[in-house]
């Protein structure tokens, strides 16, 4: 099996485009860096198809080294055929592997190991080759032996028909196709332990649906709901037709003597040996599968709420509500400094309303507070219903917004809080993260860890080093698409550029609180452990605003800069007209970029990319985003109406719907049937996290509080 050319055909590439990626990463280049800066050398593949290859290469090349693991073994055996050889080169998953393996691996103590050391095989030969003219009893009496502890012909035929039930459950065929027909045809089944207890998983007390149409989130619901031990899960495999199909492969013969007892041994065989590993395999594989939807989509979400667009040149107070310890309140300036914080009682027990809102008044008129951003926790209703009083009572125009506040607790109690405000407590960094994450959504968000930014479904129950690696993946793709200021930056924020460990992402920032601020982007080598690879692979995320050299402030990497002052030159400007904007409509200037490129000695997509960098420097990409909405006024649950309009932000997008935000406690349940007049597979077609959307009122249950919501206006 050539790798690269599989991964071509399975991601739709050229085999030359995969060829060059896979060397790129060998040679230890970053996904971001290949992305933007080898566009040439890859065909402008672009982060997402670059990352599933690289995924794809790690699996393709563990399976290579197993099959090299596994032919060595069965070689020392002394087993292995060309024909084997052949299968096992050829086999496209581990699964197939691994049933071409069975036979050979060595086995712990079976029934049919202790019925072969007792001499039975021979036995089991006679009953397999359904040829013989005796009786099996009048067959079983050689085999008697005392010593050997067989000691009546019937258990002789016992430990025969043991040795015959595992050579069929080793038997590599079978396997497969009885895998295929269970998913075909098979069932998933799952009861409830208890059906008179009240519990989230009520529809699953008597759940039946076909393997094959099983949707992603229920197969983890259902394994959720198994580990809580209140569901029984189990496949329900077509076992007619795979005994049937077993009985037509191995009963060759129409033989008395044998056909009855081998009918007995195929039944043994799939229900003790084949059935419960078959049913383990395609659960572990269905729950697998669910992992990837579920993570792509929590990918998908993450990176939307990354993206968010900053809300610059705004003081804003970051309230994060409580009940019966206060609501924390931290003043932060524009550029995210903590100005004042303090804690204020408007909620109950206390319920000092005058009080706070007083406090709250001085704070505003002191600062020249723009912006309220309240946490979504507990209280944040109540906390809302004081703001908006507020506003009516003041002069100053001041909105507010409630913002997710998943992760704040997290990350207010982490190490990196403790080091960066070391006199705050708990509740007063929780508020100043509630605060900036307004003002530079991604700067803020990546100092928590990517799993506790609640934008998926079932986060807890996956595997985590992939769901870890998958949403690491995802962060670093978002803050090389922006880049960061080289002299603000904090180490959360460098560790994810392309190229730069932990270690060297602390000793930045030392050599910037040594040295003083970056003057240009080739001072980097001077940072200890940043040696001229990881130059390479991180200089052109880092910007320099004001520094020697303007180029510094752009996407364009120093491995261009000669070709960009040639060509700054060529159309009559210097590197001194891109500060002061000069460069806009340039590309209109140049009608052949092939030939330019040439002469320029660049590639024409590399020269594409300086152009439109040259003509907009440093422009942030999250400016095509959605801008969040602003609130001044708040909407009750009973003021909501069947068939009322509304504007909403998308908070969580999961496989069966979408959660809006529109301004009531509660965020309403769009459901995917209610997304689009076409039919859609994934709600990841009509909406992603952060999306402004318009939304109808279906139905309100107070009750439950639950509000049903639809797109289809």
Known sequence: MEITQVLAQELGIRKAQAEAAVKLIDEGNTIPFIARYRKEVTGALNDEILRNLYDRLNYLRNLEEKKEQVLASIEEQGKLTEELKAQILAAETMVVVDDLYRPYRPKRRTRATIAKEKGLEPLANIIFLQMTEKDLLEEAQAFVDAEKEVNTPQEAIDGAKDIIAEYISDEADYRIHIREITMKKGRIVSTAKDPEAETVYEMYYEFDEALAKLAGYRVLALNR?????????????????????LEKKIISRENPNTTEILKDVIADSYKRLIAPAIEREIR???????????????????EQLLMQPPITNQIVLGWDPAFRTGCKLAVVDSTGKVLDTVVIYPTAPQNKVEEAKKVLKQLIKKYAITLISVGNGTASRESEMVIVELLKEIPEKVQYIIVNEAGASVYSASKLATEEFPNFDVGQRSATSIARRLQDPLAELVKIDPKSIGVGQYQHDMNQKKLGEALGGVVENCVNKVGVDLNTASPSLLEYISGISKTVAKNIVAYREENGRFTSRSQLLKVAKLGPKAYEQCAGFMRIIDGKNPLDATSVHPESYEATKKLLEKLGFTTADIKEGNLKGISKKISDYKKLAEELGIGAMTLEDIVKELEKPARDPREDMPKPILRSDVLEMEDLTEGMTLKGTVRNVIDFGAFVDIGVHQDGLVHISQMSEKFIKHPLEVVSVGDIV?????????????IQLTMKL
């Open 225 to 245: 709901g198994e580990a809580e031990k209140i569901l029984t899960v189990k496949v329900e495999a077509p076992e007619e037709d795979i005994l049937r199909y």
């Open 284 to 302: 572990n594989d269905l729950t697998e599968k669910a992992e990837d939807g579920a993570i792509k989509v929590f990918g998908k979400n993450l």
């Open 694 to 706: 318009e939304v109808k009122v279906l139905s309100v249950d107070v009750k439950k509080q639950r």
